[in-house]
């Protein structure tokens, strides 16, 4: 029973890996790294979730959003996403000989003015955020974006497998258009070892999505 459960788990994390993959790409160029431009980073980390799968809206509405919030909130302050996502991509781009910096900025959105595409021969940020060129000093702006927590995945209201999940979703912005010059995303997913529901510490829980954070980071490496 475990074996499928598992089984059933890692073809879920195969149809997230696709399914997720609406993000549109970029690759990034070579002359990004010898232009000798100046990065600057923010990484915008969520708060700890639970992701559901197989789902329709009524499914959903029958199910309590709650479950596993308590639990949750209890392994989130030994997983420390944000230090190991800051870490990789500060390093990541110093390692290739780029200028980056980390933002200390609350980034929202919400702040700024919609953008107005010029043309439609390029891909623009939604939000003008050109000031923020002038405001830290650098030409381009990478936004990473984590998701972590609990996957789980439903047969209508039935759970049928869940672990853990992560996933990257990493834009470059030139601040001199607001054009996009770097878009994608990396999911990375954990199984479940043992039962879930191990008080206090969760430690199954913790090492899942802990080694669904390692995977997306893995795979985040392999990008530039």
């Not at 302050?77 to 870490?87: I, R, V």
């Not at 050109?130 to 000093?137: A, E, G, H, I, N």
Request: aromatic fraction near 10%; proline fraction near 3%.
């Amino acid at each position: 029973m475990k074996n499928k459960t598992n089984l059933i788990y890692h073809l879920l994390i195969v149809i997230l890996i696709f399914s997720g993959c609406t993000v549109k790409k970029y690759v990034l160029s070579p002359e990004f790294y010898s232009s000798g431009s100046n990065v600057g980073l923010i990484v915008i980390t969520n708060d700890i979730s639970t992701l559901r799968s197989g789902q329709g809206a009524l499914d959903k509405a029958l199910t309590r959003m709650d479950k596993y919030a308590m639990q949750l909130q209890t392994v989130k302050p030994k997983l420390n996403p944000e230090s190991q996502f800051k870490d990789l991509h500060l390093s990541l781009l110093k390692s290739k000989g780029k200028n980056i910096t980390l933002v200390d900025e609350e980034f929202d959105e919400g702040q700024f003015e919609k953008f107005e595409k010029p043309d439609n021969n390029k891909e623009y940020f939604n939000k003008d955020i050109r000031s923020l060129r002038d405001k830290y000093q650098v030409d381009e702006l990478m936004i990473a974006s984590i998701s972590y927590g609990l996957n789980i995945n439903y047969y209508g209201v039935i759970e049928m497998g869940k672990g853990g999940y992560s996933h990257i979703i990493s834009q470059i912005i030139n601040l001199n258009d607001n054009s996009i010059i770097y878009r994608s995303e990396s999911w990375g997913g954990g199984a479940l070892k043992s039962k879930w529901d191990t008080p206090p510490d969760y430690e199954y829980l913790k090492m899942a999505i802990a080694t669904a954070i390692y995977k997306s980071i893995e795979l985040e490496k392999t990008k530039y």
